[in-house]
Structure formats: structure tokens, C-alpha cells
């Protein structure tokens, strides 16, 4: 009898991983597209911080600000540039923090941020950010 009891045991506790590693999303990108509370969230985000896009690809997130909305001119923009770089530098840890955050909620580890400044498509700066 305890034998039966473990094997029936063992062949749950199998069928639980199996179910578990299959059921959900395997990446932050179909984490996102499958809850669309979250994608309207996004797009909100988006609409209040003109110049600011937001893509999902696979475990990246990328933050890209055009910084032409400023109503500055590509000189300017340029000369900007290593500004733009120490910003970066400095809300590091708060981008470290959120893909924290973003993995402790979803359970998907491996998340990366990219921060992109740019000036009607042309970079001024970028980062790559992961915990």
C-alpha cells in the first residue's frame, strides 16, 4: 500500500511540474500580451510621457525617449549627449529594482532593460541594464 501511495505521489507531483512548465508564460513579452490590464497600463504610461516608447521583446523591455519633443534642436540634443549618459548611470539601481520587481511578480528571471535617448530616431545614448 505505500508503495502504490508513493507512486501515485511521484506520478502527481510529475504531472504538477509538467502542467507547470507548460501552462504559463515563458517569456515577459507573453507575459505582457496575455493580460491586458497590463498592456493598457503600458499604454497609458506611453500617452503621459510624450517622446516615451515602450517595446516588449522576449525578456527585454526597451524605454525609449525621443528627446526632440523637447523642442530642441539636434545640436543641442547632441551636446546633451553625456547628460543623457549620467542619467542612465544614475536611475540604474531603480531599472535594477524594477526588473526585480518584474521578475519576482512573473516568475521570469533573465529580464534586461534597455534605455535609449534618442533624437528623431538617431541615439544619443543607451544602456543595457540587468540585475
Not at 534586461?112 to 534618442?118: A, K, L, N, R, S
Amino acid at each position: 500500500m505505500k508503495k502504490k501511495l508513493a507512486l501515485v505521489l511521484s506520478l502527481v507531483a510529475m504531472m504538477c511540474m509538467v502542467f507547470t512548465s507548460c501552462g504559463g508564460p515563458k517569456t515577459f513579452e507573453e507575459y505582457v500580451n496575455s493580460d491586458s490590464e497590463l498592456m493598457e497600463d503600458i499604454q497609458e504610461i506611453q500617452d503621459e510621457n510624450e517622446g516615451l516608447t515602450i517595446t516588449i521583446k522576449d525578456n527585454t523591455i526597451t524605454y525609449e525617449y525621443d528627446v526632440s519633443v523637447l523642442g530642441i534642436d539636434k545640436d543641442t540634443a547632441v551636446a546633451a549627449k553625456s547628460n543623457l549618459e549620467q542619467t542612465i548611470t544614475k536611475t540604474t539601481d531603480e531599472y535594477k529594482d524594477l526588473i526585480e520587481d518584474f521578475e519576482e511578480e512573473t516568475g521570469i528571471e533573465g529580464l534586461t532593460i534597455v534605455v535609449t535617448y534618442t533624437y528623431k530616431g538617431e541615439v544619443l545614448a543607451t544602456s543595457e541594464i540587468k540585475k
